[in-house]
């Protein structure tokens, strides 16, 4: 599909525009999504121009040339990934055969495996091969309808290696189609060399580590592994508020194994997300809502791990948190870099309703990235990122799980995706250097 100014998708079956402020819906389950049915999106230098029903296009679409039929297609947003570690080395399947035998975490890591094994290859990995491993791995999440994604270091613990985590980040995103938004995890994990010395590690992580990130304007958050047995809820503040000094925003992975009080670190310092919260408290949640931060639920790392705890979604929803639901894509626990596919587990296990899920990965994921002014919606203004699926309702797409059913995408107005063109799970992708 040639990339012009002007372009015209029309005859959508639906367009789920997830901006529920300006369209209203009759059908109760998708009132929240802003469900156009029988829709038409123009776009102009790769941005949403206009959205509405065919039926009242009118004269707006005359002397456009380039039209896309949409007929039969359901339309959504481009898919946004709020929470991955996307960048790493090596693989830990034998780990996984493990753990299904039923090997407990103590004894994966004293047979090498476990956070640590993946820090020991990203440490040895030059930075040319993460590279190239993440182009790949965002190529296959682009070709699932994601389109921005959030990617962490953390797997490097020195200083020197957390840089070339994150300058690998910053080339990835500038040869991949999807957008990437950097993330600093360096409290990520006490490593190993630091064990009995962990308020050692937390200051070169702010001393050392922060200010280097920061001068190198390589991230755009700071993130802390705040669960229990690993970062506290002290050293998280701290972590997070000499972040902030130096210009970087606050999210934090918390509540995972037990209430370590980490939501309510997210909310006291204005946090932009909080993830996991499987163990969050009540007021923790509570505190959320007050601050705004919204909540990542990360589904995949339950299936992953083989345990049925899940966070409390449909009680975060309640009381007014906006969740999105995210990969957590990591070779540990979650090896899942499909949206769709975490979706469709949010729904069978956190009984999310699938309007609910869709959010969870469009309007909200982006609210949780701080970027919900340009993308996760179909509205005037707003990127012109749109995924095409073959479907006949929006439920129909987390309903058919891992279904191949992802038609085309396109990003800032330029097809990066079509199963038409060769497509499918090996289809030609356009916009996606493999070289840099
Ligand atoms: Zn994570």
Redesign the pocket.
Known sequence: MPHSEDLLIKNALQVVTCEPDLFDSQDEGARSLGLIDDGSVLVSGGTVKWVGKTSDLGEKASGISDVIDASGKVVLPGLVDA?T?TVFAGTREREYEMRMRGAAYMEIARAGGGINATVASVREAGIDDLVSSGIKRLASMLRRGTTTVEI?SGYGLETESELKMLRAIRKIGRHSAADVVPTFLGAHEIPPEFKGRRDRYVDIVTEEMIPAVSREGLAEFCDVFCVHGVFTSDEARRILLKGREHGLKPMI?ADEFADSGAAGVAADLGAVSA?HLAFASEDGIEAMREAGTVAIV?PGVSVGVGKCTFADARRMIEIGVDVAVAT?F?PGSSMVDSLLIVSSLACSFMKMTPAEAILGITKHAARAIDRSDSIGGIGPGMQADLVFFEAPDFRYIPYHFGGDIVDAVMKKGKMVFSKAQGGGANGRISGTETEC
């Open positions: 929470h570690h962490k992975h993830a990360l957590d990591n």
